[in-house]
């Protein structure tokens, strides 16, 4: 009988049972994996999201060979920190999905009004605070590049992910997601993939300098060197938090706002009752006095 090419029988890995039926998602395991990610992330899951955490999971399982939820929550409680099972179930349940130019109306308002107010700046810094797979912190960077000229600026693009940080960094997307870039600035910023890249696009190295990414936990404490910033985008992530969370992330950020800063939030988003350090200026739109 033939065996496993270039080895034998005593020096072939073992193969990992998979299951074939579905893996069921009992009520202390749900409970226990709201508990998990409100602890590392902040993030207060209902109980509606209960099908969304199986069908984010479940396939993770599959690979590790778990034969079950509680299998898999004992693997998390014995792993910690980047690179760990704990980061890449973290990546698994938050959610990422983003676009360039996302709300236009705030990218207008960061054109027309805030960049000419700091024309005169020697130097402008932007936080994207939640930056996912990295549309928003480059749609930014277009914007400054076409106003900052060779006036120096720089974007910090963090999130909680190391996975959508490893592929922003890249700055490589499919065509498809060129569709909400201006064309002036598809143009000027973007590379058209060619050989095993058709069907990509880059984003110009000449902006991606300019961008630094950085993995950041907003629910903890933040690095003293990240300095200040003249605009902060918090945008779509409040949503996920409870009010406790959210005023204590509030004003964790704002902190690092300059005085006259700007501070952009999500359209469904509101501070109301979370913090009156900022002034609305327009919708989503706040001002640190």
């Not at 749900?30 to 902040?42: C, D, N, T, V, W």
């Not at 936990?217 to 996920?240: C, H, K, Q, S, T």
């Amino acid at each position: 009988m033939s065996g496993v090419s270039g080895q034998d029988a005593s020096t072939a890995e073992p193969v990992i049972e998979q299951r074939t039926g579905p893996i069921t998602l009992g009520d202390h395991e749900f409970q226990e994996i709201r508990e998990f990610i409100y602890r590392r992330a902040g993030i207060h899951m209902s109980t509606a999201k209960r099908a969304l955490v199986a069908g984010r999971l479940e396939k993770r399982l599959r690979e590790l060979g778990c034969r079950g939820y509680r299998e898999y929550l004992d693997r998390l409680r014995g792993d910690a920190g980047p690179g760990t099972e704990v980061q890449r179930a973290i990546d698994l349940l938050t959610t990422n999905e983003t676009y360039f130019f996302r709300e236009q109306k705030h990218f207008a308002f960061l054109a027309e009004r805030v960049l000419p107010e700091l024309q005169s700046a020697s130097n402008v810094r932007i936080w994207s605070a939640a930056c996912s797979s990295g549309e928003e912190p480059y749609s930014v960077a277009m914007l400054l590049a076409e106003h900052r000229g060779t006036k120096p600026w720089a974007v910090l693009a963090t999130d909680l992910s190391q996975r959508v940080l490893e592929r922003a960094a890249k700055g490589v997307y499919p065509m498809e997601r060129a569709e909400r870039i201006p064309r002036p600035y598809l143009r000027a910023y973007c590379l058209k993939g060619v050989g095993s890249q058709t069907g990509n696009f880059s984003v110009a190295r000449k902006l991606r300098d300019h961008v630094s990414f950085r993995r950041l936990n907003l629910n903890e404490a933040l690095p003293g060197d990240i300095g200040e910033f003249d605009v902060i985008f918090l945008r779509n992530v409040m949503i996920y938090f409870d009010l406790p969370t959210k005023q204590a992330l509030c004003k964790r950020l704002l902190a690092h706002l300059k005085p006259g800063g700007y501070f952009f939030i999500g359209h469904s988003e509101t501070l109301n009752g979370v913090n009156s350090d900022v002034a609305l200026e327009a919708p989503s739109i706040f001002r640190r006095p």
